[in-house]
């Protein structure tokens, strides 16, 4: 943790054209997020008095992603891509009254940990950028230091050969004082070969005013930025292989490891099961010995221990299973509790509802929840039971030990202890059946 304040200013305006998308670069999803909420979930651990982000192309798209991921985060507008000086300059506004470290990430640089984002806001130095040895420097901007400290950063497109043989490379990060950062910012030129206003230039003007730069170094992989879709494959390959090496280490079993996809905040405690072909989306806990089994697909639900999921089950946004609960095959809850103990074993739709503890839903029962404008609840009481085939249409309430018949349609509320069968009354024709099937086949055979 900072001795000082930290504010962190994300810049996420970029288009991102070799994306080849209408979508901005940042709002491409890795490990079930747009990239920008790795860029904020990073700056969340440091606890900051202030999040901003620089929006620019698809700045409302930018802005609504963003809110929905972290709603305190204040949003400015950078509406000419001028540099990453520039894009630092539009939030200054907001930081006008702060004091202590302004922390500059991006939001299409999604590994950067947060041992190394402690190590850069507990920095002494006055002005201090993130720097990894490459191995291969190729297009990146050296940075040229002596035992002084960082003495300055050159770009590619601006260094001499020798500069060039330099592999300690700029990440483009920087953490540096408030007020140094507004003492400075405005003295930014575009006199270079891309005619922007570059954010490192700040080493230079920093060391002309006898303040300390330094340099803080990570590992090659923390700094990857994704600029193609190909570079976008392989940052999902490179999270999803940490995620599951994650998992194994804190003691949960995959039974197939390459075959389960997580999320940037999937929770899952120690002895829980996870089966092959099982799919993360966001929002999901899983709770110490539960077990998803294979082919499932889970997302903003929490799952308690002791329950069982799947196979081929789908748990959505609102999904709530207490313990012991068994949801089987072909199993779709949305938006639904579902109390300790309930068995909901097959080809069963349960939305908009609450299940008491140790009901059993019988296969092919359905919670009508939806009239074409509103949506409605379901209420089922403990030990009830629902036969197979029921179509709940809500809004309706089952009492407490109360049954259903198989094949009913229930739409006035059912009192505890009572059953209820709505279902039409069986009429049999003999004989009918053979002289039905027998006009049919002639009026075929007829064309």
Request: aromatic content about 4%; charged content about 20%.
């Amino acid at each position: 943790m900072a001795d000082k304040p930290v504010a962190v200013v994300i810049l996420a305006a970029g288009q991102g054209s070799r994306m080849q998308s209408d979508l901005p670069k940042v709002l491409h999803r890795l490990g079930g997020v747009p990239l920008v909420g790795h860029a904020l979930a990073a700056a969340r651990s440091l606890e900051p008095a202030e999040i901003i982000v620089v929006a620019g192309h698809g700045a409302n798209e930018v802005e609504k992603a963003t809110k929905n991921l972290e709603p305190d985060a204040r949003i400015v507008l950078q509406s000419e891509q001028l540099g990453t000086g520039h894009a630092v300059r539009q939030a200054l506004p907001l930081l006008e009254e702060f004091e202590g470290k302004v922390i500059v990430l991006y939001g299409d640089t999604p590994f950067i940990g947060e041992d190394t984002l402690a190590a850069l806001a507990s920095h002494t130095a006055d002005l201090v950028v993130l720097g990894f040895e490459a191995e291969d420097p190729g297009r990146y901007g050296r940075l040229v230091v002596t035992e002084a400290g960082l003495e300055r950063i050159v770009e590619f497109k601006d260094a001499d050969e020798a500069t060039r043989l330099i592999a300690l490379c700029n990440s483009g990060v920087m953490a540096l004082d408030a007020g140094l950062l507004r003492q400075l910012i405005g003295r930014l030129t575009n006199e270079n070969a891309a005619g922007e206003y570059y954010l490192t230039d700040l080493v230079a003007l920093a060391r002309a005013e006898d303040r300390r730069a330094d340099v803080v170094t990570c590992d090659e992989e923390e700094t990857l930025g994704i600029n193609t879709r190909a570079e976008l494959a392989s940052a999902e390959a490179a999270f999803q292989a940490r995620a599951r090496a994650e998992a194994l280490e804190n003691g949960v079993t995959l039974s197939d490891p390459a075959t389960v996809w997580f999320s940037l905040d999937t929770a899952i405690g120690r002895d829980a099961i996870v089966g092959q072909n099982v799919v993360f989306g966001p929002g999901v806990t899983v709770e110490s010995g539960a077990e998803i089994l294979p082919f499932c697909h889970l997302e903003g639900c929490h799952i308690s221990s002791g329950a069982t999921v799947g196979p081929f089950a789908r748990l959505r946004t609102g999904a709530e299973l207490g313990g012991e609960v068994h949801v089987g095959n072909f199993v779709e809850i949305k938006n639904a509790v579902l109390d300790e103990g309930v068995k909901v074993g097959h080809l069963t739709y349960l939305g908009d509802a609450h299940i008491g503890e140790h009901s059993n839903i019988g296969a092919g029962t359905i919670t009508c929840n939806y009239d074409g404008v509103m949506k409605h609840r379901t209420e089922i009481g403990a030990n009830a039971f629902i036969g197979s085939d029921t179509m709940l249409v809500a809004p309706v309430r089952v009492g407490a030990q109360a049954v259903t018949g198989s094949g009913s349609v229930i739409t006035v509320d059912v009192e505890d202890g009572a059953l209820a069968i709505g279902r039409a009354r069986q009429a049999t024709k003999p004989g009918l059946g053979v002289r039905l099937m027998q006009a049919l086949r002639a009026k075929k055979e007829k064309g």
